[in-house]
């Protein structure tokens, strides 16, 4: 059964830093990588969305990496901003099931 | 607006009610789905329907009963409501081929008290 591990559970940061959210997962037999965004009390909001046979995604100061052989991905996150504050979802699809991860709360203090 | 929509957005309720969640996505998606968030954000499926067949049904209990009328709606209903049902229900919905990702509706806050 797959399994999505997120690393760190809680990161805080000055603004203005780059930084990774890491995102592990057990079965490489995967058709996407998904990150999300959640701001508290509220829902879902997809950022990128890396399909099985893609490397990376790119949408403004965000990165997704996705490394399929060594189930892993990466959400870089440049030049931070306070307003970048929420919780971060990975989540794969693999058959027609869709998988979370446990996702990160980040905090990026002005 | 293309989207998925879901309503209520908060609901308050009474131990033992009987509630339903409404699910309308205009994305022209065939696939649709709820999942459960619980205290620790970790987001759980429950159900998922494929053009309104039942496809995916996760162990949760009896009280739980989806209904999908056509392919652009997935209800919810829970009968008999437990303290324990207090969470944030997400509506899903994505297209015959998941390579494309899904979307998500913004959640309906339960709380049984």
């Known amino acids: 059964k797959q399994e999505v591990t997120q690393i760190p559970a809680a990161l805080s940061v000055p603004e203005g830093e780059n930084l990774v959210l890491n995102c592990s997962f057990t079965d490489s037999a995967i058709y996407n990588l998904q990150w999300f965004r959640q701001d508290p009390g509220k829902g879902l909001t997809s950022l990128l969305l890396?399909?099985?046979?893609?490397r990376e995604q790119t949408s403004g100061r965000l990165n997704a990496s996705l490394d399929k052989s060594s189930g892993r991905s990466t959400l870089y996150i440049a030049a931070s901003q306070p307003g970048d504050s929420a919780t971060y979802l990975c989540?794969?699809?693999?058959?027609?099931?869709?998988?979370f991860g446990t996702g990160t709360s980040l905090t990026v203090i002005p | 607006d293309t989207a998925v929509s879901q309503t209520p957005k908060y609901l308050v309720t009474q131990m033992g009610n009987d509630k339903s969640i409404k699910c309308e996505q205009n994305?022209?998606?065939?696939?649709m789905y709820w999942y459960k968030q619980d205290s620790k954000k970790f987001l759980k499926i429950m159900f998922s329907y494929n053009n309104k067949e039942l496809i995916i049904n996760e162990t949760v209990p009896n009280r739980f009963s989806p209904k999908s009328p056509d392919k652009a709606h997935l209800n919810l209903h829970i009968n008999s409501l437990e303290l324990g049902d207090s969470a944030v229900y997400f509506c899903?919905?994505?297209?015959?081929?998941?390579?494309?990702?899904?979307?998500f509706g913004s959640g309906t806050r339960l709380t049984v008290v």
């Open positions: 890396i399909q099985s046979s893609q």
């Open positions: 994305l022209g998606h065939d696939t």
């Open positions: 899903a919905s994505s297209p015959p081929d998941a390579l494309y990702g899904y979307t």
């Open positions: 989540a794969v699809t693999a058959g027609n099931q869709f998988y």
